[in-house]
């Protein structure tokens, strides 16, 4: 699958909710629940970070979730993309891009989202063929301001941005005519997960879908 069209599927999946989950899952029991709860809420398409030895028993978990477009985060080489799409992703996240990881997507057909933080990178995105980007960090990054600066010269990329973003700042960055949704952890924090508060969490998701 080319970058351009890793782009195009990875474009439909952000205009499917204002907001990406970006979630770290330590106990394979969570999974299930929080994939239905997320999905409950209204944000279907979930970003599994690849941080945690579960994660790929998460990511199988939730793929079974009627509903939920799961993805593996913090996709970081080709052997990552490999395991993520053995496991059932359906699409992948990186916090940066290289030519291995491009490749192996390329080869894998699974279409990469990949992270960009200056004009230089944004420009090599765009010459590779992807139009639809993260900003990674958001926030240090230079945030909303950053956003709006590069749609100057750049106007033919979007932008999932993430890192430092919740429920404050997401409308800021949403309101961007280039940026098509964001991600953030906020939606799953840490202590609802613990707590087991899919109630909670679905009530986090609703707001967030709300944003927009
Ligand atoms: C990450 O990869 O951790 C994401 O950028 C999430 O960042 P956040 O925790 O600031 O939402």
């Known amino acids: 699958m080319t970058p351009a069209l890793q782009s195009h599927a990875t474009q439909a999946l952000c205009r499917m909710a204002p907001v990406i989950p970006v979630l770290v899952i330590d106990d394979p029991a969570h999974a299930e629940p929080l994939a239905r709860a997320l999905v409950a809420g209204g ?5 599994v970070t690849l941080r945690t030895p579960c994660a790929l028993d998460a990511i199988s978990a939730m793929a079974r979730v009627p509903g939920a477009r799961v993805g593996a985060g913090t996709v970081l080489s080709a052997h990552d993309a490999e395991r993520a799409r053995a496991a059932g992703a359906t699409f992948a996240v990186s916090p940066g891009a290289t030519p291995a990881l ?3 997507c390329t080869a894998l057909d699974l279409p990469l989202l990949p992270g960009a933080a200056t004009a230089t990178e944004v420009m090599t995105l765009l010459e590779q063929g992807y139009r639809m980007m993260k900003l990674f960090p ?5 945030g909303a301001a950053l956003l709006k600066a590069l749609n100057g010269p750049l ?8 890192g430092g973003i919740d429920a404050g700042n997401a409308g800021a960055y949403l309101a961007l005519p280039n940026v098509v949704c964001v991600g953030g952890s906020w939606v799953a924090p840490a202590a609802a997960l613990r707590s087991r508060d899919w109630a909670g969490i679905e009530g986090l998701a609703r707001e967030a879908r709300a944003l927009r």
């Open 155 to 162: 106007p033919m990329a979007r932008f999932c941005p993430t």
């Open 102 to 104: 491009i490749g192996a």
């Open 138 to 142: 958001a926030g240090p990054a230079g």
């Open 43 to 47: 944000l279907p398409v979930l970003e």
